[in-house]
């Protein structure tokens, strides 16, 4: 998957994101950081790649990587509720202030098309 880097085709690089999940997680997640970045419109991504995300966060044991991206879903998905955001961090004793900041960063990255992983410093989380 050496060629993704390569790949200017967002949804082509979140289907080789979704093979990667599975044998290398830290891979899959610059793949979607970079299809991410790709999109020109944020009404065009699909829902799936958030949640995927925070899924990667959850099992690598990053919650505050999880809790960012489930509240970067519920913003784009008016159905999905706050409240498995909230119990994680409660649960887990997040920083939820600075983290609900970097969600509104992130949104607006998206919503502006100007979505870069590294100036958002996404690495920190």
Avoid at 18 to 46: E, F, N, P, V, W
């Amino acid at each position: 998957f050496v060629a993704s880097d390569r790949v200017s085709d967002p949804e082509l690089l979140v289907s080789v994101a979704s093979a990667q999940i599975k044998s290398d997680q830290a891979r899959a997640m610059a793949t979607l950081y970079r299809a991410l970045g790709l999109y020109t419109d944020s009404d065009d991504i699909d829902v799936g790649i958030y949640h995927s995300l925070a899924s990667i966060g959850m099992d690598s044991e990053n919650y505050r990587l999880a809790y960012v991206w489930y509240g970067v879903a519920e913003e784009f998905d008016d159905s999905l509720p706050d409240i498995q955001r909230k119990q994680l961090g409660q649960s887990f004793n997040l920083p939820v202030d600075i983290l609900d900041r970097v969600v509104e960063d992130i949104v607006s990255a998206l919503n502006s098309n100007t979505f870069n992983a590294e100036k958002l410093m996404l690495n920190k989380l």
